[in-house]
């Protein structure tokens, strides 16, 4: 550190330790004697912060299961698994850093390599995780910037969900065979209930005299959002849970085998009917019941506010994904208007 002296001005050079790159900071003052007592204050301060111990730092794989510890009280098992894969993935391509190490061009580059490896929703997907990743980090001070902030996402194509037709749900319907798979198949698009939910329902959980049920986390199983909601039950749904009580002693509604559904099983069996009822399509998976859900209902002319509810989406903007389908059911609301005028 030294003095120099612009203009009328006295500043204090430093070089720093990491780039090596020299800054000056302005005494305030052009006289001499106070600059000087300026330097030695700021010499002081310097000499105190390195004496004050860092924290220590940490590669990205020993940063990882402490990330994935302190989000698992709040986090789904899902998302958890999300957390996982991006951070691995992002070793497998850039190595396994220093936290500190990380610049944008590393996030640059890894968005690239990603995209070869998946697609553009994958990528983005990765992207968000391992910014919201970093932001911890940055809290638990083991970085000092994120990497990934103000990184561009993939623009993807806006794109219509994919769920079942009528005409094709009754087709696949129809090769079902097992009387598990079926009860589990007919609520889903009775209820709009995600995978993860389904396989977790408990009857602790069903109110049959109210007609709802009751989506919760618990000690095993995460919701989506982390916030507890009410699905209303139709007569169709209730059926259904009437027909699984007849034979279930588990505390699980859903059950194969008397033991809990897996989450794996159900898409497995899922496929399997598909390709047999032959619409064995990218597009069509077992969340496409959740979607059928939708589509139907904004079909029949319900508003997507209360779809959104009915979903448990947290914003109407995610249910917007459906707007399209309203076209047809709202011609008997436009017909409401009429001019005031001679025929």
């Known amino acids: 550190m030294y003095l120099s002296k612009r203009g009328s001005v006295w500043y204090i050079w430093t070089v720093d330790e990491v780039t090596g790159k020299k800054r000056k900071i302005s005494t305030h003052t052009s006289n001499k004697s106070a ?8 010499v002081s301060t310097a000499s105190a912060k390195k004496l004050i111990p860092k924290t220590p730092n940490k590669t990205v794989s020993e940063f990882l299961p402490e990330l994935l510890e302190s989000n698992a ?14 951070m691995k993935k992002f ?14 061009r590393h996030a640059d580059s890894f968005k690239a390599e990603r995209l070869k ?5 994958t990528t983005n997907i990765d992207l968000r995780t391992l910014k919201a990743a970093f932001n911890t980090a940055i809290r638990w001070e083991y970085m000092d910037r994120n990497p990934f902030k103000g990184i561009k ?12 037709t009528k005409e094709h749900f009754v087709a696949f319907a129809a090769t079902i065979t097992e009387d598990w798979f079926r009860n ?7 209820t709009g209930l995600r995978r993860g939910e389904l396989v977790n329902l408990r009857w602790e959980n069903v109110d049959m005299q109210r007609g709802v049920i009751q989506i919760e986390s618990t000690a095993t199983f995460k919701t989506k959002s982390g916030k507890r909601r009410l699905v209303p039950l139709n007569d169709s749904a209730k059926k259904v849970l009437e027909r699984v009580s007849h034979h279930n002693k588990e505390p699980w509604v859903f059950t194969f085998q008397e033991r809990q559904i897996s989450a794996r099983l159900v898409t497995h069996k899922l496929k399997d009917c598909l390709r047999r ?7 069509l998976h077992f969340h496409s019941l959740r979607h059928t859900f939708a589509s139907w209902l904004v079909q029949d002319g319900i508003s997507i506010y209360a779809v959104k509810e009915l979903l448990g989406h947290s914003d109407v903007k995610i249910t917007q994904i459906y707007s399209h389908l309203q076209g047809s059911a709202l011609h008997k609301e436009v017909n409401h208007i009429v001019l005031p005028i001679g025929k």
Do not use: W
Request: avoid cysteine.
């Open 73 to 86: 009280p709040m986090f789904s098992h899902g998302t958890l698994e999300i957390y996982e894969r991006a």
């Open 153 to 164: 996402f993939v623009p993807i194509p806006e794109r219509a969900p994919s769920f079942f």
């Open 184 to 190: 589990i198949v007919e609520f889903a698009v009775l």
């Open 277 to 283: 009822a032959k619409l064995d399509k990218p597009g």
């Open 35 to 42: 600059a000087l007592i300026e330097l030695a204050q700021f």
């Open 117 to 121: 490896q998946s697609s553009p929703t």
């Open 91 to 104: 070793v497998g391509i850039a190595g396994d850093l220093d936290l500190r190490a990380i610049t944008p």
